[in-house]
T-cell receptor, first 112, second 111 residues
Framework: TQLLEQSPQFLSIQEGENLTVYCNSS?????LQWYRQEPGEGPVLLVT?????EVKKLKRLTFQFGDARKDSSLHITAAQPGDTGLYLC????????????FGPGTSLSVIP | DAGVIQSPRHEVTEMGQEVTLRCKPI?????LFWYRQTMMRGLELLIY????????DSGMPEDRFSAKMPNASFSTLKIQPSEPRDSAVYFC?????????FGPGTRLTVL
């Protein structure tokens, strides 16, 4: 069983639309990260959330950490083709300061 | 800063051959990770070094895989002998404080 579940697995939308993707688990985490991976490249960290209920904004991207620190959402407003990529959530491992576990990802395609 | 450097970017080899992937982490980072990414299994952690010492190799699929980090600026991942099911993109990442910086990856195709 996966520690992290992400939904939807695939998403294809038109430029200008809004969307939300989700990262869920039955476990509680001290922090959660979101990465974006563009085609042909490695993942790049977008944000780290650490407090239950925390909301962080990065331009058109809004990240929220669930109150119980078991889930998170990423909302994109007015999606653009440059937002196309694989969005991965990741959580730290208690026994290791640097090790993280990645979710399976949501593959987003924004059509011009 | 050049970021994490991986070589080669692409590797095509025949089943049974030895493959060596190379990684230069970001200077000053004390943790290094090797990942494998496939459509079926996503991003999997293979092995993790901290201060050049292997900490967790539970993700290494089998004895055909080995990794070394002889110094703070270089690591290798070796597959011997390679098999078609090893075909994937292999990423190296380094970190200092939980944020991981990934290299561009090596796309390995084993025929």
């Amino acid at each position: 069983t996966q520690l992290l579940e992400q939904s939807p697995q695939f998403l294809s939308i038109q430029e200008g639309e809004n969307l939300t993707v989700y990262c869920n688990s039955s476990s509680v985490f001290s922090s959660l990260q979101w990465y974006r991976q563009e085609p042909g490249e490695g993942p790049v960290l977008l944000v780290t959330v650490v407090t239950g209920g925390e909301v962080k904004k990065l331009k058109r991207l809004t990240f929220q950490f669930g109150d119980a620190r078991k889930d998170s959402s990423l909302h994109i407003t007015a999606a653009q083709p440059g937002d196309t990529g694989l969005y991965l959530c990741a959580v730290g491992v208690k026994t290791s300061y640097d090790k993280v576990i990645f979710g399976p990802g949501t593959s987003l395609s924004v059509i011009p | 800063d050049a970021g994490v450097i991986q070589s080669p970017r692409h590797e095509v080899t025949e089943m049974g051959q030895e493959v060596t992937l190379r990684c230069k982490p970001i200077s000053g980072h004390n943790s290094l990770f090797w990942y494998r990414q496939t459509m079926m299994r996503g991003l999997e952690l293979l092995i993790y070094f901290n201060n050049n010492v292997p900490i967790d190799d539970s993700g290494m699929p089998e004895d055909r895989f080995s990794a070394k980090m002889p110094n703070a600026s270089f690591s290798t991942l070796k597959i011997q002998p390679s098999e078609p099911r090893d075909s994937a993109v292999y990423f190296c990442a380094s970190s200092l404080v939980r944020e991981q910086f990934f290299g561009p990856g090596t796309r390995l195709t084993v025929l």
